[in-house]
């Protein structure tokens, strides 16, 4: 089992920046490749970024990429989000994910194993 708890959301003007972070717990952490979903209101959640638990190999979504960094701090469990440049459109519930690194589970929601209870990022124009 694992837990996620996310933290570092907020309320922030286009162009901006906030660090999102999910501090994780659970005996078989070290398993799993860590990331990043989040949901806006009346659209389905959607794979944001993802890392491998060594941190060598990171995966982003095009509507990121350039804008976004994933890391990740293996002494203290913890997953982060930078997220610069921000828009309007990257307002969402954020969720913090768990899953393996197998070349599918991060295609979309249902390959996640464990979730984070979700942190809410509101950007405005």
């Known amino acids: 089992q694992v837990q996620l708890v996310e933290s570092g959301g907020g309320a922030v003007q286009a162009g901006g920046s906030l660090r999102l972070s999910c501090a994780a717990s659970?005996?078989?952490?070290?398993?799993?490749?860590m990331g990043w979903f989040r949901q806006a209101p009346g659209k389905e959640r959607e794979f944001v970024a993802a890392?491998?638990?060594?941190?060598?190999?990171?995966l982003y979504a095009d509507s990121v990429k350039g804008r976004f960094t994933i890391s990740r701090d293996n002494a203290k469990n913890t997953v982060y989000l930078q997220m610069n440049s921000l828009k309007p459109e990257d307002t969402a519930v954020y969720y913090c994910?768990?899953?393996?690194?197998?070349?599918?589970?991060?295609?979309?929601?249902?390959?996640?194993?464990?979730w984070g209870q979700g942190t809410q990022v509101t950007v405005s124009s």
């Open positions: 994910a768990a899953a393996p690194w197998d070349g599918r589970s991060w295609l979309g929601p249902r390959g996640v194993h464990f």
């Open positions: 890392i491998t638990w060594s941190g060598s190999s990171t």
């Open positions: 659970g005996r078989t952490f070290s398993s799993y490749a």
